[in-house]
């Protein structure tokens, strides 16, 4: 299987470079459909060879941005950039760029070789040229032996690598894929996930990838842009998202985060002490935090960076509360508890489960103790 | 539940079935007979069928009929796709609500006020820039085209809202033009449905009578309205005969159709097994050398 290397050039991270040259350049790009702002105001750069993934729940603009990127709709104001040439105005037919499309959009009336050849004839490529390509990229996505099928009589993943190959074989500078692996079961598609990436890795083309599965885009994306009501929320490497939310809404769209209300009670320029007094506890948070002294903020704490047990933590000052487990959730690799504090509030916490058998297991209505390291809470002010 | 269908279903079905073919069947039988009175039974013969192709005036109107019907039917099927095209992928263009009301109106139109108000037309047109010249074969087609096309602009404009968007917009992504989609992509697509529109067009161009005797002129003459002028005069076994044949060609186009349509459901039905087999395949399950 994979190794989980990311593409090569991802590592130089050029977006952490300010004088690198980004090779798509999204400035100011506002959409509106009547009334309705679809994209507000997006500014976006994307580097060469990265695989970038556009993250939001449905009806947030992502895939209205992929389709002025194919040039299927024109932004309302600003400006889209590829390769350093302004795309106003330049319709789909001719732009470097190529677009699988989430339903796939197989000429059902074509055999897949004349699907993945369509893209070449148009541009009057040699008929010999467009022999060898085609099998060249029928062969990479292993389906040279249904190059003679038609579309309905090939399988959903089967489909999919069609697609994909179609949108190839031009080798366009940038292939844009809609929600590409959707459509497909969860095996297919965490296989298909890293044959995505061999081929990224392989060919060298730049990705943008729109996906509401925020595991995917994990998995897939050098970088990843959260989305929300048109706006660009945060823009980052899937760990930064992860790890570094900028608000709650981020936060809480990837992956599972308990979220605790709290004001600031004592701080310096290296810590910062917040109670969270619905839920009855302090959290120490091991850096400074730029806020006003008596605002709102909130702790966010992911499930697996709380630690569970019975016996009560050296110090239960702070970063740490009691409760009772209410429910379990065995998941083969991990067990997920729901731990019901005195304030009556939920947390989740997520325990891997190292041992097969354990003796002495943490079970329904057991007083527990949670408690966590001043690194694990995220500070967030919005 | 009991699974036996009840006796007094049976009736009903065949009192059902008997009102709608008992008049064609008796037709059929009295098409054969030998007697020249239609209603007197007065043996087996096929002396009518015999006449029938030596009436010069049934054969013309006949053929008549159908080169009309080609020919309305080919031009409603290009005019009615490129209002269908307007209005299912033109977007919302000034005007678009009235083309739809105005392409559509026909099929909601008495047939009298169309067939007078063409006449009215074709009359004034001929006084002012002296086309059409009279009435002719001319004028039935122009007539027929007008309202057929409003049957084929419905017909391909229902296939082209259920066809996925995405495919043409896959060909222009692939570097083909506007134009090269429409014909590359987009007819072949809506091709079932071009031919049920052409095959309704032609079939409402054979069977109109009251349209056609508005605008025909001398010598214009087609099929219904000849049927329709004999039996005013007095019903003809020869009709019998005509009607007969017409029964079979239509019912043999409709047991070839059923048989067509049947082997490409299995055909569906065969690709799809084939389909769900290939996941299975160790071709389609692909994983990374890496």
């Given at each position: 299987?994979?190794?989980?290397?990311?593409p090569?050039?991802a590592?130089?991270?050029?977006?952490?470079n300010?004088?690198?040259?980004?090779?798509?350049?999204?400035?100011?790009?506002?959409?509106?459909?009547?009334?309705?702002?679809?994209?507000?105001?997006?500014?976006?750069?994307?580097?060469?060879?990265?695989?970038?993934?556009?993250?939001?729940?449905?009806?947030?603009?992502?895939?209205?941005l992929l389709r002025?990127?194919?040039?299927?709709?024109?932004?309302?104001?600003?400006?889209?950039?590829i390769?350093?040439?302004d795309?106003?105005?330049?319709?789909p037919?001719?732009?470097?760029?190529?677009?699988m499309?989430?339903?796939?959009?197989l000429?059902?009336?074509?055999?897949?070789q004349?699907?993945?050849a369509?893209g070449?004839?148009?541009?009057r490529?040699?008929l010999?040229?467009?022999?060898?390509?085609v099998?060249?990229?029928?062969d990479?996505?292993k389906?040279s032996?249904?190059?003679?099928?038609?579309?309905?009589?090939?399988?959903?993943?089967?489909?999919?690598?069609?697609?994909?190959?179609?949108?190839?074989?031009?080798e366009?500078?940038?292939?844009?894929?809609?929600?590409?692996?959707?459509?497909?079961?969860?095996?297919?598609?965490?296989?298909?996930?890293?044959e995505?990436?061999?081929?990224?890795?392989?060919?060298?083309?730049?990705?943008?990838?729109?996906?509401?599965?925020?595991?995917?885009?994990?998995?897939?994306?050098?970088?990843?842009?959260?989305?929300?009501?048109?706006?660009?929320?945060?823009?980052?490497?899937?760990s930064?998202?992860?790890e570094?939310?900028v608000?709650?809404?981020?936060?809480?769209?990837?992956?599972?985060?308990?979220?605790?209300?709290?004001r600031?009670?004592?701080?310096?320029?290296?810590?910062?002490?917040i109670?969270?007094?619905?839920?009855?506890?302090?959290?120490?948070?091991?850096?400074?935090?730029?806020?006003?002294p008596?605002?709102?903020?909130?702790?966010?704490?992911?499930?697996?960076?709380?630690?569970i047990?019975?016996?009560?933590?050296?110090?239960?000052r702070?970063?740490c509360?009691?409760?009772?487990?209410?429910?379990?959730?065995?998941?083969?690799?991990?067990?997920?508890?729901?731990?019901k504090?005195?304030?009556?509030?939920?947390?989740?916490?997520?325990?891997?489960?190292?041992?097969?058998?354990?003796?002495?297991?943490?079970?329904?209505?057991?007083?527990?103790?949670?408690?966590?390291?001043?690194?694990?809470?995220v500070?967030?002010?919005? | 539940?009991?699974?036996r269908?009840?006796?007094?279903?049976?009736?009903w079905?065949?009192?059902?079935?008997?009102?709608?073919?008992?008049?064609?069947?008796?037709?059929?039988?009295?098409?054969?007979?030998?007697?020249?009175?239609?209603?007197?039974?007065?043996?087996?013969?096929?002396r009518w069928y015999?006449?029938?192709?030596?009436?010069?005036?049934?054969?013309?109107?006949?053929?008549?009929?159908?080169?009309?019907?080609?020919?309305?039917?080919?031009?409603?099927?290009?005019?009615?796709?490129?209002?269908?095209?307007?209005?299912?992928?033109?977007?919302?263009?000034g005007?678009?609500?009235?083309?739809?009301?105005?392409?559509?109106?026909?099929l909601?139109?008495?047939?009298?006020?169309?067939?007078?108000?063409?006449?009215?037309?074709?009359?004034?047109?001929?006084?002012?820039?002296?086309?059409?010249?009279?009435?002719?074969?001319?004028?039935?087609?122009?007539?027929h085209t007008t309202?057929?096309?409003?049957?084929v602009?419905?017909?391909?404009?229902s296939?082209?809202?259920?066809?996925?968007?995405?495919?043409?917009?896959?060909?222009?992504?692939?570097g083909?033009?506007?134009?090269k989609?429409?014909?590359?992509?987009?007819l072949?697509?809506?091709?079932?449905?071009?031919?049920?529109?052409?095959?309704l067009?032609?079939?409402?161009?054979?069977?109109?009578?009251?349209?056609?005797?508005?605008?025909?002129?001398?010598?214009a003459?087609?099929?219904?309205?000849?049927?329709?002028?004999?039996?005013?005069?007095?019903?003809?076994?020869?009709?019998?005969?005509?009607?007969?044949?017409?029964?079979?060609?239509?019912?043999?186009?409709?047991?070839?159709?059923?048989?067509?349509?049947?082997?490409a459901?299995?055909?569906?039905?065969?690709?799809?097994?084939?389909?769900?087999?290939?996941?299975?395949?160790?071709?389609?399950?692909?994983?990374?050398?890496?």
């Amino acid at each position: 299987m994979h190794d989980g290397r990311k593409p090569e050039l991802a590592l130089d991270e050029p977006w952490r470079n300010p004088q690198a040259t980004p090779y798509i350049s999204i400035r100011n790009v506002t959409k509106r459909f009547g009334d309705f702002v679809a994209v507000n105001d997006v500014s976006l750069n994307v580097y060469r060879q990265e695989l970038f993934c556009l993250l939001g729940g449905s009806g947030c603009g992502k895939s209205t941005l992929l389709r002025m990127l194919a040039g299927f709709e024109e932004p309302s104001s600003g400006q889209i950039f590829i390769d350093g040439q302004d795309m106003a105005g330049i319709p789909p037919y001719s732009r470097p760029v190529n677009m699988m499309f989430q339903s796939y959009a197989l000429f059902p009336h074509m055999s897949v070789q004349d699907n993945v050849a369509f893209g070449l004839k148009q541009d009057r490529t040699p008929l010999k040229e467009i022999r060898e390509r085609v099998a060249a990229m029928l062969d990479l996505v292993k389906l040279s032996p249904f190059a003679k099928r038609k579309p309905h009589q090939l399988s959903g993943g089967q489909r999919q690598r069609v697609a994909l190959a179609r949108s190839l074989v031009k080798e366009p500078k940038l292939l844009l894929l809609d929600e590409p692996l959707g459509a497909l079961d969860r095996k297919l598609r965490e296989s298909t996930q890293f044959e995505l990436m061999n081929l990224q890795d392989k060919l060298g083309v730049t990705f943008i990838v729109v996906t509401h599965d925020q595991e995917e885009a994990m998995t897939l994306a050098s970088r990843i842009g959260v989305m929300n009501q048109g706006h660009i929320v945060q823009v980052g490497t899937p760990s930064e998202i992860y790890e570094f939310p900028v608000n709650r809404f981020v936060a809480d769209f990837i992956g599972t985060v308990n979220m605790f209300a709290g004001r600031i009670v004592d701080e310096d320029s290296n810590y910062v002490r917040i109670a969270a007094e619905a839920d009855g506890c302090t959290f120490f948070i091991d850096h400074g935090v730029s806020a006003s002294p008596n605002a709102q903020l909130w702790v966010a704490l992911r499930p697996e960076k709380i630690n569970i047990g019975r016996e009560a933590p050296a110090d239960t000052r702070e970063n740490c509360v009691q409760g009772v487990i209410d429910g379990i959730a065995y998941m083969g690799d991990v067990s997920v508890f729901n731990v019901k504090l005195a304030s009556g509030r939920m947390v989740k916490v997520t325990r891997p489960n190292l041992i097969r058998r354990e003796e002495d297991t943490l079970t329904w209505d057991d007083e527990v103790w949670l408690h966590w390291h001043p690194a694990s809470g995220v500070v967030l002010t919005s | 539940m009991s699974r036996r269908v009840h006796r007094s279903l049976w009736v009903w079905l065949g009192a059902g079935l008997a009102f709608l073919y008992i008049p064609i069947v008796s037709l059929v039988i009295f098409s054969f007979n030998s007697s020249k009175l239609v209603t007197v039974w007065a043996g087996f013969s096929t002396r009518w069928y015999g006449s029938l192709f030596h009436n010069d005036q049934i054969l013309d109107a006949a053929g008549l009929s159908v080169r009309i019907g080609f020919i309305s039917a080919a031009l409603a099927v290009v005019l009615g796709t490129m209002v269908a095209v307007a209005l299912a992928r033109f977007g919302a263009f000034g005007g678009r609500a009235l083309l739809s009301a105005l392409s559509t109106a026909p099929l909601v139109m008495p047939e009298v006020i169309t067939g007078l108000s063409l006449l009215l037309l074709f009359v004034a047109m001929e006084q002012a820039i002296g086309w059409p010249a009279g009435r002719s074969a001319m004028t039935i087609i122009i007539a027929h085209t007008t309202f057929s096309m409003a049957y084929v602009a419905v017909v391909v404009q229902s296939r082209l809202a259920g066809m996925d968007p995405s495919i043409e917009e896959a060909a222009l992504d692939l570097g083909a033009r506007p134009g090269k989609v429409f014909f590359v992509i987009t007819l072949p697509l809506i091709s079932p449905a071009l031919v049920s529109g052409f095959l309704l067009a032609f079939t409402l161009s054979l069977d109109d009578l009251v349209i056609s005797s508005f605008v025909s002129g001398p010598g214009a003459t087609t099929l219904p309205m000849v049927i329709y002028s004999k039996v005013r005069l007095g019903l003809s076994p020869e009709i019998n005969a005509l009607a007969t044949l017409m029964v079979a060609i239509v019912g043999a186009g409709v047991v070839i159709a059923g048989i067509l349509m049947n082997r490409a459901e299995k055909a569906r039905i065969r690709d799809e097994q084939m389909a769900l087999a290939g996941d299975d395949l160790p071709a389609a399950n692909p994983v990374s050398q890496a």
